[in-house]
């Protein structure tokens, strides 16, 4: 007698790389490297503040992440380059029966400059989500890095009861570690409605920009009047901002709001949103 397999040996899966390179040509910032295997690709490079700062938009066209699926994502800035990566939407990490993936390495030269800029990044109840990202700096490097995550889906009453959401985040300057960060929530989890925790909120949102600025600027930067619960700590070379909120939208618009006053002071240059995000 046949008896049945059970499905889920069947489940697909994906396993998604993207690695990409950036150098700098005279003026301008090119890109040099674009290997992808899998469904993750970058649109045409744009130069919307001319050519010293090369736009790359991440596209990961399946549109969501379930169980099984991993995600490679390397970028190498080079000597002098700047690259400006950002996504065109929300990435949505899916219900699944077991963990899904994405590994993240960043690498910036002497004298070069990422942007890491992406939207928000969705965990649906019983997900089972697994981040981990790792960024190498070199010398006078210069980073901008953010990250939004919301748990469950309040606007559709959907609370983040079961499943998990894991990162972890090293950040280092030839070799020495700047930043070494773990988080795991777990559905459900005491901490969720805490006020040690996330207080009942769910969205959380991190941004860590290298450079240090002056108390005007800090005090400024602590009186932008969004709905938000957040607030920003200077450490010795590198600035960090944190905050809770109920959406991820006003989370995202503190953040945008903070690159708009920080990018300026700490990279030179006004802050010029990408359209996508409009969009």
């Excluded at 489940?11 to 469904?39: C, I, M, N």
């Excluded at 379930?66 to 400006?84: F, M, P, T, Y």
């Excluded at 959380?204 to 009186?223: H, M, N, P, Q, W």
Aim: hydrophobic share 40%; net charge negative; aromatic share 8%.
């Amino acid at each position: 007698m046949n008896l049945p397999v059970p499905t889920a040996l069947f489940t697909p899966s994906w396993h998604a790389e993207l690695e990409l390179g950036y150098a700098r040509f005279g003026d301008s910032t090119r890109p040099v490297q674009r290997r992808h295997k899998g469904p993750l690709r970058v649109q045409k490079h744009l130069y919307a503040e001319g050519p010293h700062v090369c736009q790359h938009i991440i596209v990961h066209p399946p549109g969501g992440i379930a169980g099984g699926d991993r995600l490679d994502i390397s970028a190498s800035v080079g000597v002098d380059a700047w690259a400006q990566i950002t996504s065109p939407g929300a990435a949505k990490w899916y219900r699944a029966a077991g963990p899904a993936y994405q590994q993240l390495d960043l690498k910036v030269a002497c004298g070069a400059t990422l942007e890491w800029l992406p939207q928000e990044t969705i965990i649906f109840s019983a997900a089972q989500a697994e981040l981990s990202t790792s960024i190498d700096l070199e010398g006078d490097a210069r980073l901008f890095y953010w990250d939004v995550v919301a748990l469950g889906r309040p606007a559709s009453g959907e609370r983040f009861d079961l499943g998990h959401f894991q990162a972890q985040l090293d950040i280092r300057r030839d070799g020495q570690l700047l930043w070494h960060e773990r988080q795991r929530i777990v559905g459900d989890d005491g901490l969720l409605d805490s006020p040690i925790g996330l207080d009942g909120q769910s969205v959380f949102a991190t941004l860590l920009v290298t450079g240090e600025i002056d108390s005007e600027l800090l005090e400024k930067c602590r009186s932008l009047t969004h709905e938000v619960r957040g607030d920003l700590t200077q450490l010795p070379g590198l600035l960090v901002a944190r905050c809770l909120a109920s959406e991820a939208l006003l989370a995202r618009g503190w953040m945008i709001d903070l690159w708009r006053l920080l990018r300026p002071a700490l990279l030179g240059r006004e802050a010029v949103p990408p359209r996508i995000w409009s969009t």
